[in-house]
């Protein structure tokens, strides 16, 4: 049996919300306080109009805004620099090197198709992944493309977010296996459809799928379909 594993990236393999605190952080050094609320207040407009977090438009329409500030510039340096590797959550490579054992790890987020890509390259996710990585705007919305690129007989879904995983679930049925990772903050977010496995952080993820995947990464050696 052929499997795919699609992870999400934002608070399942990554500390999300301590990398825009850190980034929040930067900013108050480098703007004055009612430039920073501004920052952050773009941040929540350009979201709300594009449905994404996308730091790029935002930080375009901040140093617009305030083009006479020579420091206004260096915010887009802060976005570009953050070293996001301290942010993974502890065991997050190592479970993709785990599912790897079994089939294909996809790294699948949804984000802006500049920032976010370059983002999960600097964390040392994609190297993790083998440079199986697709970002778009509302993922859930392309899950034919997902499974067209990825063929598999069966697929799981690794995500903090119960919405992602209950319209996934309903889209593929058993075909796909859902697994909930309780962190951040959506993770706690009632589910309308309880995941077929939860788990409390991305650590857990090998424990918790053992049982699952049996012998399949046997199967998968002799056949030649684990990723190598």
Not at 79 to 86: A, F, M, S, T
Not at 201 to 214: E, K, M, N, Q, T
Request: proline share 6%.
């Amino acid at each position: 049996m052929r499997w795919v594993f699609l992870l999400d990236v934002d608070n399942t393999l990554l500390d999300n919300d301590a990398a825009k605190q850190a980034l929040a952080g930067r900013i108050r050094t480098l703007v004055s306080p009612p430039e920073a609320k501004r920052f952050w207040e773009i941040y929540e407009e350009t979201r709300s109009a594009e449905g994404i977090v996308d730091f790029p438009a935002t930080g375009a329409s901040f140093a617009r805004e305030y083009a006479a500030d020579p420091c206004a510039a260096a915010v887009l340096g802060a976005l570009q620099d953050l070293p996001y590797e301290r942010f993974l959550y502890p065991g997050a490579l190592e479970a993709i090197a785990f599912l790897r054992r079994f089939g294909t790890a996809v790294v699948l987020s949804d984000g802006d198709p500049v920032f976010q890509p370059e983002k999960i390259a600097r964390a040392g996710i994609a190297a993790a992944a083998r440079g199986n990585v697709l970002v778009y705007g509302h993922k859930d919305q392309h899950l034919t493309e997902v499974l067209a690129r990825f063929p598999a007989d069966r697929y799981a879904l690794v995500e903090d977010r119960a919405g992602i995983l209950a319209r996934t679930k309903a889209r593929l049925g058993e075909r796909i296996l859902t697994v909930h990772v309780v962190q951040g903050h959506y993770g706690h977010e009632p589910a309308t459809v309880p995941a077929d496995i939860e788990i409390p952080r991305i650590a857990d993820l090998p424990s918790a799928l053992r049982d699952v995947l049996g012998n399949a990464d046997v199967v998968a050696a002799r056949s030649g379909t684990a990723d190598e």
